[in-house]
Nanobody, 117 residues
Framework: QVQLVESGGGSVQAGDSLRLSCVASGRAFSLLSMGWFRQAPGKDRELVATITWSGGTTYADSVKGRFTISRDNSKNMVYLQMNSLKPEDTAAYYC???????????WGQGTQVTVSS
């Protein structure tokens, strides 16, 4: 099991930037594939970005070109740099560890991002 703690959320204006951070503990972080999810009230959870143990990344179409996922294995950290934020980016953001079977098995408590127009 991996313990995950997110930070960096907040309330910003449209067009601003935020960087979310997630620190992991409990397993060899450098071997883990990680993802950032978000969930807005009344909506389904959405996979925003993923990063493999080797640094390969994927993004939801809704955030491509604006968000960047990265990792620092020396610090057991995964980041989500969010630029050009829009009101529709408002959600609780969660980092999660992907298990060997492809499902996400460990989750953080979430950090709230609110973007006003």
């Amino acid at each position: 099991q991996v313990q995950l703690v997110e930070s960096g959320g907040g309330s910003v204006q449209a067009g601003d930037s935020l960087r979310l951070s997630c620190v992991a503990s409990g397993r060899a972080f450098s071997l883990l594939s990680m993802g950032w999810f978000r969930q807005a009230p009344g909506k389904d959870r959405e996979l925003v970005a993923t990063i493999t143990w080797s640094g390969g990344t994927t993004y939801a179409d809704s955030v491509k070109g604006r968000f960047t996922i990265s990792r620092d294995n020396s610090k057991n950290m995964v980041y989500l740099q969010m630029n050009s934020l829009k009101p529709e980016d408002t959600a609780a953001y969660y980092c999660a560890r992907r298990g060997g079977g492809g499902s996400y098995e460990d989750w953080g408590q979430g950090t709230q991002v609110t973007v006003s127009s």
